[in-house]
């Protein structure tokens, strides 16, 4: 796949800065997309080193081709993997990772992967481009369980009737595309609601982090990326909507939670000190030049933490 097909990386220079990157350093990006943030990473390292992960082959082609001649390792894997990925390498450690969450905008822009209401193309969505597709879920899912994923991972205030109209269209005909998914969401929600944005927009974010598992994904992560860092190590997150974010600022929390002993206790018992401290006091956000570059940058938040020490273990 073509480099020029992926976009400038959102939060490129607040995350450069945040990583601290030294140049003996062992960095991860586990999700490398068009390598932009891998390439900025790689190209500040000397005698470092950096992993970059991606379930992506796409991605993996496009950055391979602009890590040549870094100080880069390129793996096909989900960034869940990563402590598998670093123990077939022989890392013990590393020094930073980033993980910019969701889909990218090649995947966005390439009709064929059908993760867009935009353009008609088969109702894919799979980031690994193997597994359950988004036409599976709408296609065996109840009306209660459709319902819930919209609701859950889109917060679609309309995601009943919604999910009515799917079971009632999907009995007269298959939905495989997604321009029939999105004039079916359009048929079934209000007139008012289609003045606020495309009213497919949440719908088709839902069923994309269904398909991918996304959060669960990113929950398992943020565990192994923090548990995979050198004492000094930071890691670096960018997420795109609320439900990522509030998982990522609620468990950089417990990371740097103390002393959890009850207050009436006279002394500390537990032992328990914070294992990170923050680098970003408040999440980095694009700058008016970078949101007329890329107005996808609009919603992007970046959250960084550094390991003091391991976590806390009973």
């Not at 040549?68 to 990563?82: D, I």
């Not at 450690?93 to 353009?119: M, T």
Request: include cysteine; charged fraction near 25%.
């Amino acid at each position: 796949m073509a480099e020029q097909t992926y976009h400038r990386p959102v939060l490129l220079d607040q995350t450069i800065e945040a990583l601290g990157i030294r140049p003996d350093g062992i960095y991860l990006d586990g999700t490398a997309g068009g390598g932009g943030h891998s390439h900025a990473i790689a190209s500040r390292l000397t005698t470092g080193r950096l992993i970059a992960l991606d379930q992506d082959p796409d991605a993996i082609a496009a950055a391979g081709a602009r890590l040549q001649g870094l100080p880069a390792t390129l793996v096909q894997t989900n960034f869940v993997n990563m402590r598998q990925a670093l123990d077939d390498l022989g890392i013990d450690g590393v020094d930073g990772i980033l993980l910019d969450i969701g889909v990218s905008s090649h995947q966005l822009d390439a009709p064929e992967r059908g993760f867009s209401y935009h353009h008609d193309a088969p109702l894919d969505m799979r980031m690994s481009q193997s597994g359950t597709t988004a036409a599976d879920l709408v296609a065996t899912l109840d009306e209660k369980q459709l319902a819930d994923i919209f609701w859950r991972y889109g917060e679609e205030k309309f995601s009943r009737p919604i999910a009515r109209a799917i079971l009632r269209e999907r009995e007269k005909a298959p939905i495989a595309t997604t321009l029939q998914l999105a004039d079916i969401i359009s048929r079934a929600v209000p007139a008012a609601a289609r003045r606020d944005g495309h009213p497919a927009r949440r719908v088709f974010q839902a069923l994309r982090i269904a398909v991918n598992g996304e959060l669960d994904c990113l929950s398992s992560a943020l565990d192994t990326a923090f548990d995979c860092l050198n004492v000094g190590g930071r890691l670096a997150v960018i997420t795109f909507h609320s439900l990522e974010d509030a998982m990522v600022k609620n468990r950089f929390q417990e990371f740097r939670q103390g002393c959890t002993c009850p207050r009436e206790f006279p002394m500390c018992v537990c032992g328990r000190t914070p294992a990170a401290v923050l680098i970003t006091k408040k999440p980095a956000t694009a700058t008016e030049e970078e949101l007329a570059d890329n107005p996808r940058s609009r919603s992007a938040k970046l959250r960084c933490i550094e390991k003091v020490h391991d976590r806390y273990k009973d």
